[in-house]
C-alpha cells in the first residue's frame, strides 16, 4: 500500500487543454516535492512546498499544499507537449522521502 | 556544477549474481539516498548514507546493502540477484539530510536474466 496515492494514473491530453494532478495522504508530512521523470532519466525536482495552504507557481504549473499538510495538488494550464512525463510527489516525514505512484501525462499535439 | 553520476548505466547479470552500482553526488552533497524504481511498486526508498553513516533504511532484505566513503561517494551491492531485483536504480544527493532538496542521477538500469 502506498503512503501517498496518486491520481489520475495515466492521462493523455490535447495541447492546450488544463489539467489537475492529485496527491493524496493519510499522514501529515513536513513537506511536499512535486518531481517531473522523463523517459531513461532521473526525477527532476519541480517545487517543494512546506506551510499547510502554500500555493507555487512556476510557469503555467500551480502547486497547492493541502491546509492540513497531507495531500496536494498539481495544475497545469495550457499544456504543452514538453509537459510530457512521469509526475510525482513525494511526502518528506521523519526524514525519509515517501513517493506517490506517479501520473503518467501524454500531451498530444 | 556537475550534476549526480551514477555508472553504470546499465546491466545485465544472471540469477545468482551479485552486483555493485555506484553514484558520485553533486560536489558538497553528503547526503546519498538510493531508490529502487519499478513499473509495478513505484519509487521504493532503499537507504540513505550521511557523513558515511546510515542514517535511514527501507524494508528491503539484507541482500541490498550500501556504504558510502569519505569523498561521499556512494556504492550500493545487491547480492544473489533474483528475477524481481530488475529495476531503475536511482542515487538521489542532498546537502544534509534527505529532508533537504534531492537531486537525482540519470539511474542504472539493471535486467536480471
Not at chain 1, 499547510?52 to 502547486?63: A, D, I, M, S
Request: aromatic content about 12%; some cysteine.
Amino acid at each position: 500500500t502506498q503512503l501517498l496515492e496518486q491520481s489520475p494514473q495515466f492521462l493523455s491530453i490535447q495541447e492546450g487543454e488544463n489539467l489537475t494532478v492529485y496527491c493524496n495522504s493519510s499522514s501529515v508530512f513536513s513537506s511536499l516535492q512535486w518531481y517531473r521523470q522523463e523517459p531513461g532519466e532521473g526525477p527532476v525536482l519541480l517545487v517543494t512546498v512546506v506551510t499547510g495552504g502554500e500555493v507555487k507557481k512556476l510557469k503555467r504549473l500551480t502547486f497547492q499544499f493541502g491546509d492540513a499538510r497531507k495531500d496536494s495538488s498539481l495544475h497545469i494550464t495550457a499544456a504543452q507537449p514538453g509537459d510530457t512525463g512521469l509526475y510525482l510527489c513525494a511526502g518528506v516525514g521523519f526524514n525519509k522521502f515517501y513517493f506517490g505512484s506517479g501520473t503518467k501525462l501524454n500531451v498530444k499535439p | 556544477k556537475a550534476g549526480v553520476t551514477q555508472t553504470p548505466r546499465y546491466l545485465i547479470k544472471t540469477r545468482g549474481q551479485q552486483v555493485t552500482l555506484s553514484c558520485s553526488p553533486i560536489s558538497g552533497h553528503r547526503s546519498v539516498s538510493w531508490y529502487q524504481q519499478t513499473p509495478g511498486q513505484g519509487l521504493q526508498f532503499l537507504f540513505e548514507y550521511f557523513s558515511e553513516t546510515q542514517r535511514n533504511k527501507g524494508n528491503f532484505p539484507g541482500r541490498f546493502s550500501g556504504r558510502q566513503f569519505s569523498n561521499s561517494r556512494s556504492e550500493m551491492n545487491v547480492s544473489t540477484l533474483e528475477l524481481g531485483d530488475s529495476a531503475l536504480y536511482l542515487c538521489a544527493s542532498s546537502l544534509r539530510l534527505a529532508g533537504d532538496e534531492q537531486y537525482f542521477g540519470p539511474g542504472t538500469r539493471l535486467t536480471v536474466t
